[in-house]
């Protein structure tokens, strides 16, 4: 059974810093897109960053420079390191996985990762808050 957990997110000022970490376990190949989405009340739900198995990463334009999207193979967990946060990055985060499909190198890119229609595996969402 797959499993998406996540850790707990934080607050911080306007400049500092926080890692998100979230762990995914009982799967046993991965092949396609995990990353890292955001929510606030009343809007949809973004792409913030995200990876594909080949280590190949995308990010939304209004982060990056500021995040990092990295993944552990022997921990099995996906990270987010935030710099410079600022208070609109406040927001529900959620580490999201697909483990259905399988994506040959060369033929799949971060941008398709960029839609929550391409994962089929969530995390419960962990609050991210920078105040001003």
């Known amino acids: 059974q797959v499993q998406v957990m996540e850790s707990v997110g934080g607050s911080v000022q306007t400049g500092g810093s926080l890692t998100l970490s979230c762990t995914v376990s009982?799967?046993?190949?991965?092949?396609?897109?995990m990353g890292w989405f955001r929510q606030v009340p009343e809007k949809e739900r973004e792409a913030v960053a995200v990876?594909?198995?080949?280590?190949?990463?995308g990010y939304a334009d209004s982060v990056r420079g500021r995040f990092t999207i990295s993944h552990d193979k022997d921990k099995n967990t996906l990270y987010l390191q935030m710099n410079s946060l600022r208070p609109e990055d406040t927001a529900l985060y959620y580490c999201?996985?697909?483990?259905?499909?399988?994506?040959?190198?060369?033929?799949?890119?971060?941008?398709?990762?960029?839609?929550?229609?391409?994962?089929?595996?969530w995390g419960q969402g962990t609050q991210v808050t920078v105040s001003s």
């Open positions: 009982g799967y046993s190949y991965w092949s396609s897109c």
């Open positions: 999201a996985a697909d483990l259905d499909h399988e994506r040959a190198p060369g033929t799949w890119w971060p941008s398709h990762c960029m839609s929550t229609k391409e994962y089929n595996y």
């Open positions: 990876m594909l198995a080949d280590g190949d990463s």
